[in-house]
């Protein structure tokens, strides 16, 4: 399935200059990811809130973006700085669960969403990231396939805040995005566990 994230190796390059800057001025992976739960739990935090301050919507495309970054760097400089450690690894997978569930809360308050198919996109969103960090159980590399990744849904929840931001209501036809989402999410849960049973070479326990 085509994702976003096959563009994260190019990314990275952009990203890799500043990566060595920062790690040759002491920051560590594990700063950069409590940095970027911290400002994700604030930012939804207050939009969840105050809902009614639709213009407040638009900084989610821009926090967005800037926290993919962010996941680029940690990840860089554990890798290639030499900062890999098990509680780096459990505040990679963790923070970015409860990072999603902040982010994606504040359109509960939002027409024409509500709590069933928001609530189902957190659940199923950290599902779906449980079936891929569960590969390297399996014997299998952590797993990353779609529909709407990490990454991919990063943009829908952008585009939203920016349609939100910019137009202060959405029309009620975009109650159909929510259980599509959750479908997608369904589907890229089945993936993850079939490409991770295929690369374990099949393994029972």
């Not at 069933?116 to 569960?134: D, H, I, K, N, T």
Request: proline content about 5%; overall charge positive.
């Amino acid at each position: 399935m085509i994702s976003i994230y096959q563009l994260k190796p190019r990314f990275q390059g952009l990203l890799r200059p500043a990566v060595g800057r920062l790690a040759a001025a002491g920051v560590t992976a594990n700063q950069v990811t409590l940095a970027a739960m911290g400002v994700s739990i604030a930012l939804g935090a207050w939009l969840f809130v105050h809902p009614e301050a639709s213009h407040a919507f638009l900084l989610l495309p821009l926090w967005m973006f800037l926290r993919m970054a962010f996941n680029a760097v940690d990840g860089m400089l554990a890798r290639e700085f030499g900062q890999q450690s098990a509680l780096g690894a459990y505040l990679n997978e963790l923070s970015d669960v409860l990072s999603d569930a902040a982010l994606y809360l504040p359109f509960v308050a939002v027409a024409p969403f509500g709590w069933g198919g928001v609530g189902a996109v957190v659940f199923l969103s950290a599902v779906s990231e449980m079936a891929g960090a569960l590969g390297p159980m399996v014997g299998s590399p952590r797993c990353y396939d779609g529909p709407l990744g990490k990454s991919d849904r990063a943009f829908l929840f952008g585009a939203l805040g920016l349609w939100l931001g910019l137009a202060g209501s959405l029309p009620d036809w975009a109650a159909w995005i929510m259980p599509a989402a959750a479908l997608a999410i369904v589907t890229n849960i089945a993936n993850r566990i079939r490409s991770g049973v295929a690369q374990a070479g099949g393994k029972r326990r």
